[in-house]
């Protein structure tokens, strides 16, 4: 069995989401009032909420600004949401207020990093300059780190490599909570990949996903709503898969991508460990069961992430017209449901960012504004988060 | 919709077999009489087929290698099975005898290969044995392939690495059978991942899986058997999921891994693109739905295929004893149902390697054994596979 699974820095109301196809839902199609907030004013707010706490202002920004993107891009489980854990952890001294990542070995195309246990952001933006600097000399970066944290949606860093007109990569690991086919024990985290690819435009192949098949934030939304869960989502402590959402919550875990061994789960649990012979592995960090759980604040998290930039100049002419043409082929093809297209990988984050800028701001559940401000008072930090621009549902 | 989907090269009574947990089952639990034949004797048939048609013998052996190790590790999909179709490719003209690959471009780090249009496997191995060299020199080779062929299994190349200790991957794409989610129409091929990295002791993780749900052959199988398939495999010629094979063969197609939306088969439906955009678009072959079906043969492939060796030496020490206690973690963990162990990918295919080597040769189906036969006859190949060991069930 696993320890039981809870998400850190959960507010009442708040709807998480992690996967583009119900991120808009989830935002948009809740009940309760919203505010909404400029991101400007959100990263600044964050950035003040760090800087409290005694963390260096640049390591402060590249925090607020990975999470505000989660935000805009609809992830709100990799946002404001998390921001009291990062600063709880700089609080207690887990994570460090001081230094800066280090470079320990590299090659003209390959690097290894040590984050000094930095935030996770400080160490990720550091680790895909550095790959793409490498890519631009030699077609192609690999770097991977350890001695890491939490670094909020790997798709943040890929997207860096788009700037560059170059297919950006990352990944990384993460605290237990996936049972492996055949298991019953959490050795592996939702482990994601992303991978950006630009095409013409400004257009771009954005995948950023968990590899496992829901987040545990949606088995909580279940829960919370009194719902079952589809099956193929999760399992109990003896590793039976459940569709009840409290057994998966109390002893029992996520399964990887595919669901049950009959429906190819094993190909999400291959996935899986995939990802973390590029991260734990492969940067000497903490990885599988050895990686904290999420409710340990008494140990450092050593979390090993990976990130590649790879410059399609190095290869055959015309990338971004084909990369155009094979985004074009999904999304102009007839759906199988009328008003239900067809979206590559990105559109529904497109779609997210889009509405937040016809709204003008990032749409937040009231609740979350007043628990956050609540949390920036103890902490002493003023202005506090803006509520005067309310929308209903 | 989609064309209507076969495999080729489908002998009566084979059963073909795509991922490794099934393999074992779908190999030693049918009926039916099989031959033990030996790799080497099944091996030289092969060489001798391909050379009676014209290939250079060091062609027709790189060919035979890899499809003898596909029978060897249970995929009998990827096998003795698909000669048939490599022998007509070269006698229609559709695939070059002559030529070897060429590099078009390269940085320390990269390059771009012209696989002139000859046999997959001659083009795999050339592009992995760059990539290693590479990444003895740079830590990291990243390699694509643009004119090549069908490759046989994505392991084999990926595995390549591990005897130089280095992380092996290796990627192709094929003729569109897959439905992107919400649609409608084949516009990616089964697109498999393979990533293998070296533990101690010449243990390792290789993991080889389509990008789709299920394989073809699994759906045709359940179609023979006039099985029900299992919701979440395929799709019929409206996008609509379906549990009748008889519909997912007739104009439907498959679904990628994750199954329908809601379970989250836009994951793989990712995952799909992801290795079209390694192989067709950044190498410059054909992509997508450009990509010829199993159906034509009068237009040469020009599959893309995209290969990796990465040098754990250049990242943190201590790698291959980090990969054996993942390993461990996985495998000796207690299992969901007594007897059923948790497996690491490549576990299932080493074990069908060892009842191999203890019954002293690769069983195959007599129907396929004589279908083989009857095939090398007609193109004057001689002597033919041996069936003097024979085996029940």
Redesign the interface.
Known sequence: MCSKLHLPGKSPGLRTSS???QARRSNFHTSGDRCLISKEVVQGFMERCMISVGTKPHHARSLAEVLVEGDHRGHYSHGLNRMEIYVKDIQLGICAKDGEPVVE?E????A?VNGNNLLGPVVGNFCMELAIKKAKE???G?V?A?GSNHYGIAGYYAMQALKENM?GMSFTNTSPVVV??????C?LGTNP?S?A?PAKDGDS?V?D?ATS??ALGKVELYDRRGDSI?E?WG?DA???LTTDPKRVLSGGGLLP???S????G??????G??V??FC?????AQ???HIRTWKETDRVANLGHCFVA???E??????SD??S??LS??RE?????VN??????GDPERMNMKRCEDMGGIPYHINVVNYMNEFAKKIGVHPLLPCDTLISN
């Not at 094993?266 to 996935?271: A, P, Q, S």
């Not at 239900?340 to 990988?345: D, E, F, G, Q």
């Open positions: 996967h583009p196809y070995k090659s003209v195309a390959t290894l030699a077609g192609i690999w991977v350890h297919i492996p086919t055949r298991g019953k024990e050795t990949i991978v690819a192949f995948l996903m098949a829901a589809p193929g399992c003896q590793g039976t991508i595919g669901g061994e009959a429906t190819g094993y190909k999400g649990y291959g996935l460990m995939m973390e012979v734990g592995i492969l940067a000497g990885y599988s069961k790879i410059n399609p190095n290869f055959a002419p015309g990338f084909r990369m043409d094979l082929i999904q093809m007839e759906p199988a449901v239900t297209p067809v979206l590559a990988a």
